[in-house]
């Protein structure tokens, strides 16, 4: 199934003849399972394109269905409850909350919904990202990349239909960045999690099943690794 | 008292006839529906898409073809799959008798000659070597070939046990040491700390091999390749390097694809199945790779293996 589909896309700023085509039409589809990294210099319209996906953001024209679930139908509070629910996200500045520990920080996605965690998958998924030793330690406390790890490990919790990430390795260290890398990717695959990962960095775009690239608002190129 | 009863004759007259006005109503009501849901199908069997569709109304006929939407892009998605996988097998069916076309001309040919019964023995000796290369050729496609299979049926499991990352590296470098000598290419390994991985040995080797195999294949006589590593907190990253012909820009990405070949290449012997194998190889045991090459100058493929004991870093 598809997990997400962008339907000509659409987002202008001002009015013409001044107008910014951030967004010019932009269709993709991504498949349950595959990690796709969508490529593109500053000013491509990558951002914007990953804050419709999450529903951060409306667009001018065009349609985002995420699961079956068209985003534009959706008032406020339904779209807050389904992003927490079926999207998870990891940005370039973690976004952790630094008054709750590392396990909070990880399950708290579940806990605002009421829910109880899957503790069998949130072990394995403490476990895959190393973190097992750093359960009851503060945000504060950690590295970038480890703080970058709890991120990911927080986007898995709520098993979410997608996740979506921003530049995730944007700001650490080339070493670090190398194992955040290799986590979202391992992630993806063992859990068969829909990832969808913008960048700048054609390197780190090589890890992903899919390359999309996006110049002007529009998608230029499309191609498998595999 | 006759009053009352043609009082109570009447109302249940007008319920009747009130019933009855519903009955047709909503069987007018039915038959509009049920002819707009064929309709609905008929568009989707002419090919006609959902341009149609009433999606947003709240209404049950929009309801049923919102779902007829669905059952339409689910039955096309999966005859687009279909496609794709009988195009994809198609492929390799050609790839593969592509492949084996020549040895066996040649071992066709050879053979026919050394049953020459005029040939002398000095010459028939020859024609055997020959015969030898080739059939060694086909074990190794075919052996290559098996090894695909097995790991994309998930006939295979890795087993991730600590492993030595010296030895490793070490292993891998011996692995090529007979072709690289063949060549006057200087191996040289550089590990700057002991460190214990989480791999499976034999298959981890394989897939090393496939990258070096590649940087003997593809570099000058007397250059040099370099296998060093280097620790991270999860990962220890093993990196070939050599001096070689190095990947196009615009083919850095389909490197990995199944029998990708770039186009220089075609002079040298391959199929197209190591660095392909070595990528299913890695990502079954949670690692990865990461390719970095300027053509003519050289590339360098990166190997990611987690480090024993993830959580202690």
């Known amino acids: ?226 | 008292m006759m009053y009352r009863v043609m009082l109570i004759l009447a109302f249940v007259l007008l319920l009747a006839a009130a019933a009855a006005g519903i009955w047709l109503d909503m069987r007018r009501k039915y038959i509009a529906y049920t002819e707009a849901v064929c309709g609905s199908i008929d568009d989707l069997l002419a090919g006609k898409g959902t341009a149609g569709f009433r999606l947003d109304e709240d209404t049950l006929l929009s309801k049923t073809q919102m779902k007829l939407k669905y059952l339409n892009e689910i039955t096309a998605a999966a005859a687009r799959e279909s496609e794709r996988q009988k195009l994809e097998v198609q492929g390799v069916v050609s790839d593969i008798s592509h492949q084996l076309k020549t040895p066996i001309a040649n071992v066709v040919m050879y053979c026919d000659t050394a049953m020459n019964p005029t040939l002398s023995g000095e010459e028939r000796r020859r024609c055997m070597e020959v015969l030898k290369g080739q059939v060694a050729k086909l074990d190794f496609l075919v052996q290559s070939m098996i090894r695909m299979s097995r790991l994309e049926q998930n006939m295979i499991t890795l087993r991730p046990e600590p492993t030595d990352l010296r030895q490793l590296m070490e292993d891998a470098a011996e692995s090529v040491a007979v072709s690289a000598e063949k060549k006057h290419i200087c191996t040289e390994v550089d590990c700057p700390e002991d460190a214990v991985l989480s791999c499976d040995e034999k298959w981890t080797l394989e897939a090393l091999f496939n990258i070096l195999d590649n940087a003997v294949k593809y570099s000058p006589e007397g250059s040099r390749i370099r296998i060093c590593s280097e620790r991270m907190e999860i990962y220890t990253k093993i990196t070939v390097e050599d001096e070689g012909i190095g990947i196009s820009p615009e083919h850095i990405n389909d490197v990995c694809r199944r029998f990708f070949r770039e186009e220089k290449a075609a002079k040298t012997e391959g199929l197209g199945i190591g660095l392909y194998l070595t990528r299913e190889i890695l990502s079954r045991e949670t690692g990865y790779l990461k390719i970095r090459s300027k053509e003519g100058n050289g590339t360098a493929v990166s190997v990611y293996l987690l480090n024993e004991e993830p959580s202690a870093g």
């Open chain 1, 1 to 226: 199934m598809s997990i997400l589909i962008t339907e000509n896309l659409k987002k202008y700023y001002g009015k013409e003849p001044n107008i910014v085509r951030a967004l010019d039409g932009v269709s993709l589809t991504v498949e349950e399972g595959e990690f796709v990294a969508v490529v593109g210099t500053s000013g491509s319209g990558k951002s914007t394109l990953l804050n419709m996906m999450g529903g951060l953001d409306v667009p001018t024209e065009g349609e985002v269905i995420i699961a079956g679930k068209k985003l534009s139908g959706m008032n406020d509070e339904n779209l807050t409850i389904f992003r927490r629910r079926r999207i998870g996200f990891v940005f370039q500045n973690y976004n952790l909350v630094p008054i709750l520990n590392v396990y909070e920080n990880i399950i708290l996605p579940v806990s605002l919904d009421g829910e109880k965690p899957d503790d069998t998958y949130i072990k394995k998924v403490i476990g895959l990202l190393g973190l097992k030793d750093r359960l009851t330690e503060m945000p504060g406390n950690l590295s970038g990349g480890q703080q970058q790890r709890v991120a990911i490990a927080r986007a898995l919790a709520a098993k979410p239909a997608l996740i979506l990430a921003d530049e995730p390795t944007g700001n650490l260290d080339s070493k670090t960045s190398q194992d955040v890398l290799g986590l979202i990717q391992a992630s993806s695959r063992q859990f068969n999690q829909t990832v969808v990962m913008i960048t700048h960095n054609e390197e780190i775009a090589q890890t992903a099943d899919r390359i999309i690239r996006i110049e002007d608002g529009k998608i230029t190129e499309s191609r498998w690794t595999v």
